[in-house]
């Protein structure tokens, strides 16, 4: 039964990231009741802000052009992309470390923590090396290396393990949660560069100015629509602890972060393995018969099968689950994770899609898709403030707004796939 199912080269390629995958969140879900009770609430709620943070500006680093790295038939161009992301990164992350030292104390004031201004310095190296790391990782896509995919994400998982906890003993605060993520970048990137090494020296002597500029030109629609759409669409979801910080406190956005991160590692774990081996597939498929239906209605049905019951069980748990397992002071963080359940339900079928998006070509459909997602979310928080001064309120508009929004990415993307 086995053999037959990984004989097909989807199953097969999701499988392999699937594993490394697993391997890599079996060590945080591990050692998440040890940090509960190392770190704080607010320590969670100021690492959850310096995330959202780096999160939304990796965004425009690379200018969006790593997600054009599976595009081009010919390798050549491909390297081109990824070199220019690269690039544009490099720049982006030592002018925002200007921006930074020169409004160091005004950013925090705005962003609602006076401690954050601590931290700020350390935003455009994580930024610079996500960038690099996706960079790496759509290139190791294109060629097909989900092993050294795996790898880099386990590898990453036990660095930010180790790091968090052996600074989380002495209890010196959120210091080793942040470092503990820039340890896991460098030495995600690492592997993968070790892993590219042969194609970067294979490719390296080809690289020209003039074919730089084409390639940037050739795919400027990822960057002027991408960059502010995706933007947006991640902007939607980080945005949130932002707001959070300024209309309430560091410590609610340390239960909110737990609990949304807590829901969301279905999706880190299986979505977005499935995510990885669909967007290839459905790319090739496309360029071929012009449609991916089939692919799409199939990972659709795979996906639904697989979260309906784990998702029903969990409505009906999470609060006594969150006591139990991170300790009675984040009994809170189990409330706030029932009422978003539907939302990550929605997020775990429909992320993995749409990347339908990016292979249809229909980045001005996304942009406005994102906008819709951005201004339906946030203001759903700020109504949530405002109208009733309650966080519970502000979560449940902010989920019933992203509920929606899925809705409707699943109806366009579904269209995409028909080849409409």
Not at 14 to 33: D, E, K, M, N, Y
Not at 333 to 360: E, W
Request: proline share 3%; glycine share 4%; hydrophobic share 50%.
């Amino acid at each position: 039964m086995i053999k037959k199912v990984l004989s097909n080269e989807f199953n097969r390629n999701v499988f392999t990231l699937l594993t490394g995958t697993v391997i890599a969140q079996v060590i945080p879900i591990a050692i998440s009741p040890i940090l509960t009770r190392l770190y704080s609430p607010d320590d969670f709620g100021i690492f959850a802000l310096y995330m959202s943070v780096t999160t939304i500006l990796s965004v425009m680093a690379t200018g969006r052009y790593e997600l054009a790295i599976i595009l081009p038939e010919k390798d050549e161009e491909a390297f081109n992309i990824a070199i220019l992301a690269v690039i544009i990164s490099i720049i982006f992350s030592f002018v925002l470390l200007l921006i930074v030292i020169l409004f160091n104390q005004p950013i925090a004031m705005l962003l609602g923590s006076e401690q954050f201004s601590s931290w700020l310095y350390f935003v455009p190296l994580t930024i610079l090396l996500t960038a690099l790391f996706q960079s790496l990782n759509y290139w190791s896509n294109r060629k097909k290396k989900y092993k050294s995919i795996a790898k880099s994400k386990m590898s990453q998982a036990f660095g930010a393990g180790a790091i968090n906890l052996s600074m989380g003993i002495p209890k010196i605060g959120v210091i080793g949660l942040i470092f503990g993520n820039i340890i896991s970048q460098i030495i995600g990137s690492s592997i993968l560069l070790k892993t590219n090494i042969s194609d970067i020296r294979k490719y390296k002597s080809k690289i020209l100015y003039e074919d730089i500029k084409a390639t940037a030109y050739n795919y400027r629609d990822f960057p002027k629509f991408l960059v502010f759409s995706h933007t947006l669409n991640t902007a939607s979801l980080q945005l949130s602890n932002v707001l959070l910080s300024v209309f309430y406190s560091a410590t609610s956005v340390g239960y909110f972060s737990l609990a949304l991160r807590t829901l969301r590692l279905p999706i880190t774990i299986i979505a977005s393995s499935i995510g990885d081996v669909f967007r290839q597939q459905a790319a090739e498929e496309f360029v071929k018969k012009g449609n991916c239906k089939r692919l799409y209605i199939n990972t659709l049905i795979k996906l639904v099968s697989i979260s309906i019951i784990p998702f029903l069980i969990l409505y009906f748990s999470t609060p006594w689950l969150f006591s139990f397992v991170f300790g009675d002071n984040w009994r809170v963080a189990g409330i706030y994770a029932r009422v978003m359940l539907i939302m990550v339900f929605l997020q775990f079928i429909t992320s993995p899609l749409s990347s339908m998006f990016l292979v249809a070509e229909k980045q001005r459909l996304d942009l406005i898709w994102q906008i819709a997602l951005f201004v339906s979310t946030s203001g759903s928080i700020v109504i949530g403030y405002f109208v009733y001064n309650d966080i519970l309120k502000s979560i449940q508009l902010f989920t019933l707004s992203y509920s929606l929004m899925y809705i409707i990415n699943l109806i366009l993307t579904y269209s995409f796939a028909k080849g409409k």
